[in-house]
């Protein structure tokens, strides 16, 4: 399956998404914050990240500046937030930002189904 780096400061959210995609057979990665999630990206190849928009230090929107200022800036990144999808932010980080998920409101399904269609998208993207 994937593999996939889930950055949020909440621990209960981080825990929760990574039990939920290893249950699906990915391989997942942690960190708590922005400048971790971009060391990991530093010492190992990642599928997808998730990423929390309203992060300690740097935020998701920084961690977007370095993702495609760097040598991944084409992997791709489902955003969740507390707030609703701003679409202008979104049509900005595209093509980087392929989904984005409202905290609280969407289900462990829907982030599995974001989750399959960005790796949906990678196939065609591959073939």
Not at 45 to 71: E, H, Q, T
Not at 82 to 94: P, Q
Not at 95 to 110: D, N, T
Request: hydrophobic share 50%.
């Amino acid at each position: 399956m994937a593999s996939i780096l889930v950055v949020d400061d909440s621990a209960g959210c981080r825990h929760a998404t990574a039990a939920l995609l290893r249950e699906e057979g990915h391989q997942v990665t942690c960190a708590d914050n922005a400048w971790r999630g971009l060391m990991i990206l530093e010492s190992m190849p990642v599928d997808v990240v998730i990423l929390d928009l309203l992060l300690p230090g740097l935020n998701g929107i920084g961690f977007l500046k370095d993702l495609a200022n760097g040598r991944h800036r084409g992997v791709p990144v489902i955003m969740t937030s507390a707030i609703e999808v701003n679409w202008e932010f979104l049509a900005a980080h595209r093509p980087q930002v392929r989904e984005w998920l409202v905290k609280g409101k969407y289900s462990g399904e829907e982030l599995l189904e974001a989750v399959n269609a960005v790796l949906g998208g990678l196939a065609v993207a591959a073939a």
